[in-house]
């Protein structure tokens, strides 16, 4: 990454909070910088597993899939009745600071979620969690 690039999404991205702007764009543009293919920006209510999101490179249905029911099996989303009240902190990770990648790709998120859209790393931006909701 260099420093002309670092700059021009630091701009795209205060200018979509200054004006509400092209979040896909934004998103698009952090993938692009992280060397990812793909992004998505939810917004996901852990009481009822519902949400939406911004997404960059991604298809619409997948995202749907998600909010139906492959948020029940996300190793990143902690459901229980505790985790629920609770804060979730600030953080950056990955699936391999997580589980081992053999565990990993062992669960059904990965093989019947991730992999059929050709995602096999995730990182995980948490940016805020505010009562119910998780915004990743």
Partial sequence: MNEGNY?????RLYGSVI???????VITRFAD????????????????????G??????????????????STNPFVRLGPSERAASWPLCVTTDEDRF?????????YYNDFLK?????SVLV????????????
């Fill in 100 to 108: 081992l990648k053999e565990d990993f790709v062992g669960t059904e």
């Fill in 116 to 120: 059929p859209q050709n995602i096999h």
């Fill in 54 to 71: 911004v997404i960059a490179r991604i298809d619409p249905e997948a995202q749907d899939a998600y909010f139906q029911y492959y948020y």
């Fill in 19 to 25: 004006e509400r702007g092209d979040w896909e764009g």
């Fill in 7 to 11: 700059a021009g999404f630091l701009d």
């Fill in 33 to 52: 910088l992280v060397g990812g293919a793909r992004a998505w920006l939810p917004s996901l209510d852990l009481s009822s597993g519902g949400g939406q």
């Fill in 125 to 136: 931006v948490r940016l805020a969690g505010t009562g119910s909701c998780n915004r990743r």
